[in-house]
């Protein structure tokens, strides 16, 4: 009656979960090979490295990655997003960008309240190059922050902005 078929726990039917999940996960197949292993550290990189693979590990629910632009940051969002997937998480990784342009697509639709509370139970997001162009696109961000928050889901930010001109509600929940 409409159900979808889930894949059994059999091999044939994990691997059938992970293809379906990385197709879901929002990494462009380009980008496959950004793996944390695959990470070449920069100077002052090797900290940014170490926390990403404390938040695979789930040490870390809330990591927010900043510094400036070629530092990699993307290449660790890419990383982190694979590693949980291979670990049997769902992960999904959302350039901000594209994510506000599909909001906005949806925005004043039903569809748009879907979004927003599919955005806040994917088990793991990465939001990638966080940064909006409104104040409207700010507060959508600010709320899936809140979504995530209220709900204690594992969240990694990266910016390339100074994290004073970041929201302080959404800092004060990664410092907290």
Same mark, same amino acid.
């Given at each position: 009656?409409?159900?979808?078929p889930r894949p059994?726990?059999?091999?044939?039917?994990?691997?059938?979960?992970?293809?379906?999940?990385?197709?879901?996960?929002?990494?462009?197949?380009?980008?496959?090979?950004?793996?944390?292993?695959?990470?070449?550290?920069?100077?002052?990189?090797?900290?940014?490295?170490?926390?990403?693979?404390?938040?695979?590990?789930?040490?870390?629910?809330?990591?927010?990655?900043?510094?400036?632009?070629?530092?990699?940051?993307?290449?660790?969002?890419?990383?982190?997003?694979?590693?949980?997937?291979?670990?049997?998480?769902?992960?999904?990784?959302?350039?901000?960008?594209?994510? %506000?342009?599909?909001?906005?697509?949806?925005?004043?639709?039903?569809?748009? %309240?879907?979004?927003?509370?599919e955005l806040g139970?994917?088990?793991?997001?990465?939001?990638?190059?966080?940064?909006?162009?409104?104040?409207?696109?700010?507060?959508?961000?600010?709320?899936?922050?809140?979504?995530?928050?209220? &709900?204690?889901?594992?969240? %990694?930010?990266?910016?390339?902005? &100074?994290?004073? &001109?970041?929201?302080?509600?959404?800092?004060?929940?990664f410092f907290e």
């Amino acid at each position: 009656m409409g159900t979808t078929p889930r894949p059994c726990d059999c091999p044939a039917g994990n691997a059938r979960r992970m293809r379906l999940w990385l197709e879901a996960s929002g990494v462009p197949p380009a980008r496959l090979g950004e793996t944390l292993a695959a990470f070449q550290p920069r100077p002052g990189t090797a900290e940014a490295l170490a926390a990403a693979r404390s938040f695979v590990a789930g040490d870390l629910t809330w990591l927010l990655l900043y510094g400036g632009v070629g530092n990699g940051k993307s290449h660790l969002a890419h990383g982190v997003t694979l590693a949980c997937l291979e670990g049997g998480r769902r992960a999904l990784v959302a350039n901000a960008l594209l994510l %506000l342009s599909e909001l906005r697509s949806v925005s004043g639709t039903p569809r748009m %309240l879907e979004t927003m509370k599919e955005l806040g139970a994917i088990p793991v997001l990465v939001i990638d190059d966080y940064i909006w162009a409104t104040d409207l696109e700010g507060r959508w961000l600010e709320e899936i922050v809140q979504r995530r928050y209220l &709900d204690k889901r594992p969240l %990694l930010v990266t910016t390339n902005r &100074d994290i004073k &001109d970041l929201p302080a509600p959404m800092l004060s929940r990664f410092f907290e």
